[in-house]
């Protein structure tokens, strides 16, 4: 589970502190060293750290007093919101369009997890919301990528939009709009193509795709696994298509987990959804308050 050795530290420095009757501002400077240690060593990006500690130092000193917690407490109190405000703060919900269907364009790197998530996010709109969503293979470079979208499709009786590899992916995304308002599917959701890096081709396409169908929401997923790139990755795909979420994947893996604490300060763009695992139902919505709770324990 990621988090695992952040979640520890953080929870052996909040031991010594919580029981105190009295803090002082030594104990304060401490503790707030250990966080500092902890999130560094989980990969949390310097200056996002720096930043929280310095919130947490004015907070946790200049303390308001409930009477209810022991000082300990109200400074781990202080840590918590925090963190939780460093996510997000609320959970972000997924949009509704007006006049359905309400598109969704799916974004990432080639290997981040990107059609596991698309096949996952069809599941929850349907399990969850009741809703009847239309997928569309609009990666026309990779026939395997295809292949996994229609196989997605059949496992969850779903049906799955495609032309194969040789048609346009900005026409495939026109058409299956055109689809999902004939039939009444009330979401759309279109996996576009991968690469194992960002370049101007993808870019462009991507970009053609947004003018095209002005997508309710732009979700990028992006590979929790890969620490510090994870929030570079995210960065540039924000700079080029101003992407509305971001879902992080394969959580459950023994990552350091410091992206999720980075991306949401860096770009500015909430984390929606994480992945747990490679099964259908592995989605979680993200909730920044549960994930602090998780992480301190
Ligand atoms: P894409 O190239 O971005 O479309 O990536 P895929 O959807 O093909 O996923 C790449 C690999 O990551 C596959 O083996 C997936 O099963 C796996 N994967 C995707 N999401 C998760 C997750 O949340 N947890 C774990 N453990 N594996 C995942």
């Known amino acids: ?72 407490q109200q400074v781990i109190k202080v840590v918590k919101e925090e963190l939780t405000e460093l996510m997000g703060g609320e959970q972000s919900k997924i949009a509704v369009a007006n006049k359905p269907p309400t598109v969704i364009m799916m974004v990432g790197l080639q290997g981040a997890g990107k059609t596991t998530t698309t096949g996952k996010l069809a599941n929850h709109l349907r399990k969850k919301f009741n809703r009847n969503p239309l997928l569309v293979a609009a990666d026309v470079y990779r026939p395997a990528a295809i292949d996994q979208l229609e196989t997605l499709g059949e496992q969850l009786e779903m049906p799955v939009y495609s032309k194969g590899t040789d048609a346009n992916p900005v026409d495939i995304a026109n058409e299956a709009i055109a689809k999902a308002k004939e039939e009444h599917h009330d979401y759309v959701l279109i996996d576009t193509a991968g690469r194992l890096h960002i370049d101007e081709d993808l870019m462009g396409e991507l970009t053609q795709i947004k003018e095209d169908t002005s997508p309710d929401e732009i979700f990028l997923v992006v590979d929790s696994m890969t620490g510090q790139d994870a929030v570079t990755v995210a960065d540039s795909f924000d700079d080029q298509l101003d992407i509305s979420g971001v879902v992080l994947t394969k959580l459950d893996g023994d990552t350091r987990g410091g992206a999720a604490l980075s991306i949401r300060a860096v770009t500015g763009k909430p984390i929606k959804f994480a992945g747990m695992g490679e099964k259908l139902d592995q989605l979680e919505a993200f909730h920044p308050d549960r994930m602090a709770s998780r992480i301190l324990g």
């Open 1 to 72: 589970m990621a988090f695992e050795g952040l979640a520890d530290r953080l929870q052996g420095t909040i031991k010594k502190i919580t029981g105190k009757g009295k803090v002082t501002e030594a104990d304060v400077k401490e503790m707030t060293r250990e966080v500092r240690l902890a999130l560094l060593e989980a990969d949390v990006n310097y200056k996002v750290v720096k930043d929280l500690i310095k919130r947490i130092k004015e907070r946790a000193v200049g303390q308001e007093v409930m009477e209810s917690l022991t000082p300990g």
